[in-house]
């Protein structure tokens, strides 16, 4: 009698996060350790989000992973640091409906299957690899019993990419950059959830760009290797803004959440430009953007805008609330209006109801748009962004029930 | 009988310098006193120069001056400075075949005319003020019989424009960031002249842009004000550099001369960029790689 196989599947669903004090540069290449502590928020995952599903089968002969339908080698050290961290905390499983049982010492005899997918574009600059490894690591821990919490989770998302271990939790989040040699204090927590804040929206300028982007791993090691104001922001600069933007997003600060968002966003830049070689990750339009916000902030006398930007030129706009939001969506549709062949459906994505607010529902109506009174001589340039995403910040990680949405077949564990 | 007047006039051309250890921020305002010590390289003149006439004469009503052309004020505080400090230093001038004599005193109640022009557009930002203030000083002292040399009158010139000092000399020249508080001591000293390293070429890319600059005085103000990184870059980066260029320019050691003015060109940028709010002097075709 053939021996009926099992397949044990699990499904999970994380949030990417953008860092709102920055994270650059390492002291331990191997464990990824930072050099400073940084803070982030947390978006959405109703519009950017990763979805992994893990199975565990003896049928399965190795590991094998999918990332957006595509099969990719699971041999790199970060993907072996996971999934060898989750393998040594894994507990017994027992699903008697299915008739497994999986003892303790079973799990490292058995091999998994992963399959992937970013709902939003790798190539756009989206911490794609925060957002996967979170989920990697949530999902094999759910799916092995692991009894750590999402603060011990992140430890060893970490280890696959340093700002994936902040997509364990959702509102604002800190990681500590810690003492330990071995990198076990050097975890996410969650300073405050995303309904403390929840007044602020998130407008992400997508920005097209030529340029293929220095990689962030070989960047911030340049930049630890030749920047001479790396050390000093490192030492000095960062633990005050960091004591500083906790106090600010406690107390739902904005002019102070703003002023240091910016702030610290230019001077990360500002250190990727003391880098040898120099690395620009900002382009023109992104210089624009920021000199429209800089513009409007002077002008209403209180920041309405904060905007942060990571290794790339995808601007991450927040807003002070739901009108700012909507005033700035009518600026940045009037300086970056959609080339002549774009679909607004298109152009502006997430929460479209952002653009009904606005007045806005069809191309002449983004025509029509007046000139940001501020900007003397307003341009408009078509075509310099690639489209908007409109969010709020977001929950942590979750794992969907729902079998319909698991990416892996229930019986052969392959990709759907 | 009417008095015949007389008109003395001096003539004189300028360089202008491009720094490559980067002067960004005062300590003092009105002095225009720097927070670190620059060095440039002078450029040839044949090239790139201002051009400025200087005179003087019983029948001019008051001081008066063309640039490019055009009558621009003179009332402006930098104007001021640089004609008080040379008027206070002027001596006796006897000129025999044109009849002139002028004592020492009579110099406060004389006025001047002053008509420069740049050969090199403004616009450009090829640092037309360093050029525009080392001339005038210049001329101004050779017309009025100073005695001061070059690195005196770089001290004045400082007051027009602090990178106007450095144009005083030929080669490459170090602005000393000085430690007194009247910044007697912050002038310029050539290190070299044009000779020690002549095999060198400058190309200059003069970049089209549809954008407004902020100015310099601006921009290293605010930059003074809110840099978190300035300080440090001027205490800590700058004296080494400064050193390190010094030895390089001596040794005509290209490697290291080129690793360090690009690396102090890219931290001058970086401390514009980390000023509130950010300035962005570079451009895409400033930084195309590909």
């Not at chain 1, 999902?139 to 998302?157: C, G, H, Q, V």
């Not at chain 1, 940045?332 to 298109?346: E, K, R, Y």
């Not at chain 2, 005695?147 to 106007?164: C, F, H, M, P, V």
Request: hydrophobic fraction near 40%; include cysteine; proline fraction near 4%.
């Amino acid at each position: 009698m053939a021996e009926k196989t099992w397949v044990r599947m699990v499904t999970a669903q994380t949030p990417t996060n953008i860092a709102v004090i920055k994270y650059w540069g390492k002291r331990d290449e191997t464990l990824i350790l930072p050099v400073n502590d940084s803070i982030s928020v947390t978006l959405d995952p109703a519009h950017l989000c990763t979805i992994t599903t893990v199975a565990v089968s003896p049928s399965f002969d190795q590991d094998r992973m999918w990332l957006n339908g595509k099969e990719i080698s699971l041999s790199g050290g970060r993907y072996q640091n996971c999934l060898r961290e989750i393998r040594a905390r894994a507990c017994e499983v027992e699903d008697k409906e299915k008739g497994i049982k999986i003892a303790k010492n079973d799990w490292e005899k058995l091999h998994v299957h992963v399959a992937s997918y970013n709902n939003f574009p790798t190539a756009a600059g989206l911490a794609s690899s925060a957002a996967g490894f979170a989920c990697l690591v949530f999902a094999l821990a759910k799916l092995m019993k692991a009894k750590e919490d999402n603060s011990e989770l992140s430890a060893i998302a970490r280890q696959g990419s340093g700002s994936a271990c902040r997509s364990l939790f959702g509102g604002f989040v800190k990681w500590i950059m810690g003492k330990a040699e071995d990198g076990s204090d050097s975890l996410a927590v969650q300073l405050v959830d995303e309904k403390h804040w929840d007044e602020l929206v998130i407008i992400i300028a997508v920005v097209s760009s030529r340029q293929k982007e220095t990689s962030s791993t070989t960047g911030m090691r340049d930049s630890v290797e030749t920047s001479l104001l790396l050390q000093h922001r490192a030492k000095e600069v960062v633990p005050k803004r960091i004591k500083q933007m906790e106090e600010a997003i406690k107390n739902r600060d904005f002019g102070s959440f703003a002023q240091l968002t910016c702030a610290d966003s230019n001077q990360f830049h500002a250190v990727c430009l003391d880098t040898c070689p120099p690395i620009f990750y900002m382009n023109d339009t992104s210089h624009r953007i920021i000199s429209c916000v800089e513009k409007w902030n002077c002008s209403e006398g209180t920041p309405q805008v904060a905007y942060t930007f990571d290794a790339g030129p995808n601007a991450v706009l927040i807003a002070h609330n739901r009108k700012a939001a909507t005033q700035l969506i009518q600026k940045l549709l009037f300086c970056f209006p959609p080339s002549s062949d774009a679909d607004l459906n298109s152009y502006v994505i997430g929460d479209k109801s952002i653009l009904k607010d606005a007045g806005i529902e069809d191309i002449e109506d983004v025509e029509a748009l007046p000139p940001p009174p501020e900007i003397k001589d307003a341009q408009r340039c078509k075509g310099d962004v690639s489209y908007f995403i409109c969010t709020k910040p977001g929950r942590g990680p979750d794992l969907l029930s729902d079998e319909s949405l698991a990416l892996l077949h229930p019986e052969t564990g392959l990709p759907k | 009988m009417e008095e015949k007047t007389w008109v003395r006039m001096v003539t004189a051309q300028t360089p202008t310098n491009i720094a490559v250890i980067k002067y960004w921020g005062k300590r003092d305002e009105t002095l225009i006193l720097p927070v670190n010590d620059s060095i440039s390289v002078t450029l040839d003149p044949a090239h790139l120069c201002t051009t400025t006439t200087v005179a003087v004469s019983p029948s001019f009503d008051q001081d008066r001056m063309w640039l490019n052309g055009k009558e621009i004020s003179l009332s402006g505080g930098r104007y001021q400075n640089c004609l008080r400090e040379i008027r206070a230093r002027a001596c006796d001038v006897q000129d025999e075949e044109k009849g002139i004599k002028i004592a020492k005193k009579d110099w406060e109640k004389m006025h001047v005319h002053v008509a420069s022009y740049n050969n090199f557009p403004t616009a450009a930002g090829l640092a037309s003020s360093a050029a525009g203030f080392a001339c005038l000083v210049f001329a101004l002292a050779k017309l009025m019989n100073a005695k001061e040399d070059n690195s005196e009158l770089s001290a004045i010139a400082r007051q027009g424009s602090g990178s106007a000092c450095r144009s005083l000399f030929g080669g490459f020249v170090k602005w000393n960031m000085g430690k007194a508080e009247d910044g007697s001591d912050s002038l310029a000293v050539q290190l070299v002249d044009e000779k020690h390293w002549d095999e060198l070429v400058i190309i200059i890319a003069v970049v089209s842009s549809r954008q407004k600059e902020t100015s310099s005085t601006t921009g290293m103000r605010d930059s003074v004000e809110t840099s978190l990184l300035l300080e440090h870059r001027a205490k800590e980066v700058v004296p080494k550099r400064t050193k390190q260029m010094e030895e390089a320019i001596k040794n005509r050691d290209f490697g290291s001369f080129a690793q360090l003015a690009c690396a102090d060109s890219n931290q001058f940028h970086a401390v514009c960029l980390d000023t509130c709010p950010p300035i962005f002097y570079m451009n895409d075709t400033s930084h195309r790689q590909d």
